[in-house]
Structure formats: C-alpha cells, structure tokens
C-alpha cells in the first residue's frame, strides 16, 4: 500500500447505496475509489420505482434522520429534473393515516391526509437518469468507478486502509452475513395512458402490493414483495395480476401496452447495518447495507453517517 493512502477509501458496491456514499465521502475531502461487481444500470436500484418513502426498513429510531437528509438533496435536485432524473409528484398513500408515522412525517412539506389515503408530493425518481448523473457527479469529483468481483475484503484493504462495505444482498457471502436476505418485487412497465400521479397501497399480511409511478419510460406498476424469494425471472402470471390490481384503481390502465418486466431483489436484513469495525494495523470497516425497499429513500443520511464513521476514526 501506498505510503501516501491514508485518506483512501475503496467503496464496494455500485448501487445507489454504493454511489451516494462514495460521492459523499469525496465530498469530505477523502480519495475514493468505487469497486462494483456490475455496472450500475444492472444493478438493483436501476429497477426500483424508486419514490421517496420510509418503506418496510429497521431500526426506526435511527431510520428517522436518514430520509429527512435525502429528501433535502432530492428537493434540491427537483430543480433540474432533465439532469438529475429527479422530479417532485403529487400521490396518495391509500389507507395510511399520520398516527404511527415517525418524526420524520413532521419534515414532509404538504403531507396531509384525505379520504383516500395520506396525500404527498414526494421525490420520485428516474433511477436510470439518476445513476447516470450520480456517475457524472463521481467522475467530476475525480472517483473512479472499476467494475469488478471482490472475492474477500481482504482484497480490498490490500489497495486502501479503509474499507466501506455497500454491497447490498452480496453482504450475505462477502461479510458473510447470513441475516441478509432477498425480498423479490416484480414491476410491469406500460405506456402510459395519462396517468401523471403516483399511487401506493399495501397489506401488511401479504406480499403482492398495489402500486403505479410515472416515469419518463412508461408507467410503473407493481409489485410484489417475495420474502427469501431468489428469481428473477418475471412471472406472467404475477404480471397479469400486477396490471389488474392497478386497473382496479386506474381503469385505464388496463388496456395500457406492456413496454417490458422488471424483477429486482431488495436487500433485506432485521435492521439496516451501519457501523463500523477497527482491526490490526489501523484497518477499518464500515458495513453500509440491508436497507430493503428504502434504498433510495435513506442513501443520503446513510451516507453522511457513513462519513461520520470515517471521519471519527
């Protein structure tokens, strides 16, 4: 290792995840490198619906600050939609009421509650625009992005004396951390038929979830949420059941042509892992991963986080 590479830090994993916290540390004046087993637009954030919402993640006493950060950057970046991919929509949350919603609830601009459900303008993101930006942002910060397998840690500190672990569902063999698991949601993509709000309902007791998001490619619609669930082969007949439950609500969706499929694996765990481990020579180890379906909605406060346990080191 380079006399000179103290201030390195290798990030592992080219997700959202990966990326925010990469991007975020080279803010804080660190030299960063970013090592992804697959390019960004393969990744699981690059098939999220991807609206801002504290969304089936632990623990939420620590859950709380980290939408709010990424809410404001997201505000922020709503400005510029076309270069950000980020854009700010109105929707319904159906059957959600304000009882029960953190603190963070208290820092959502215009959340309100009506007969159909709990009504937002919330961040909704573009996923393939945004990660391209995100990389635009890196490079311009001068942090390279290597697609590459990382068979151990080791391998990392072998190249930077700090180490951040973003890796998602790959935390499951690298860490190894068996308390990972997949949580499988299947999308439907459909021209949209005019649809320009987002919607959202979901029954705690079941995994299929009703949903729609507009975006620049079509209309999203979903979803499921397959706990241990591992394929990632669309199911015809979850996609048909996907576009019926959303016809339910928006009829004209049903006779919406189907554009593609979508099927991604959320990187689940009892609570979200952020924290950090000292070993022999002064070696450290941030663990960033396990944010389920709220990737996008907590990556920016994870990451300041994250930038705080390697500063504090």
């Not at 709990?118 to 573009?126: G, S, T």
């Not at 998602?168 to 949209?192: H, I, K, T, Y």
């Not at 709000?197 to 998001?213: I, L, V």
């Not at 979200?272 to 663990?287: F, S, Y």
């Amino acid at each position: 290792m380079d006399s000179d590479a103290s201030g390195d830090v290798i990030v592992i994993g080219g997700g959202v995840i990966g990326l925010s916290t990469a991007l975020v540390l080279a803010e804080h004046g660190r030299r960063v490198r970013v090592w992804s087993r697959e390019p960004a637009e393969r990744t699981t954030s690059a098939v999220a619906g991807a609206l801002w919402w504290p969304y089936r993640i632990d623990p939420v006493e620590r859950v709380g600050p980290w939408p709010v950060r990424s809410l404001r950057r997201y505000e922020e970046w709503a400005g510029r939609p076309e270069e950000t991919g980020v854009r700010m929509v109105d929707g319904v949350h159906a059957d959600t009421r304000l009882a029960g919603l953190g603190a963070w609830a208290g820092e959502v601009a215009g959340l309100r509650e009506t007969d159909r459900g709990l009504a937002a303008r919330l961040p909704l993101l573009d996923m393939p625009a945004h990660l391209a930006w995100l990389r635009g942002e890196l490079a311009a910060a001068g942090v390279p992005v290597e697609v590459r397998e990382v068979g151990s840690l080791d391998e990392a500190f072998a190249c930077a004396p700090v180490v951040v672990n973003c890796t998602g569902l790959g935390a499951r063999e690298l860490v190894p951390d068996p308390a990972v698991r997949p949580v499988r949601g299947q999308l439907v993509v459909v021209e949209n038929p005019g649809v320009r709000d987002w919607y959202t309902a979901a029954d705690p007791a079941s995994d299929a979830t009703t949903y729609y998001f507009p975006q620049p490619g079509g209309l999203i619609l979903g979803g499921t949420a397959e706990d241990g669930a591992w394929s990632l082969v669309p199911d015809p007949g979850v996609a048909e059941s996907i576009v019926a439950r959303c016809a339910v609500v928006r009829p004209e969706i049903a006779g919406a042509r189907v554009l593609g499929h979508r099927v991604g694996l959320r990187p689940a765990r009892g609570v979200v892992r952020v924290g950090r481990d000292v070993g022999a020579g002064g070696r450290l180890l941030v663990h960033n991963y396990g944010h389920g379906g709220a990737g996008v909605t907590v990556a920016w406060g994870c990451a300041e986080e994250v930038a705080g346990l390697v500063a504090g080191a």
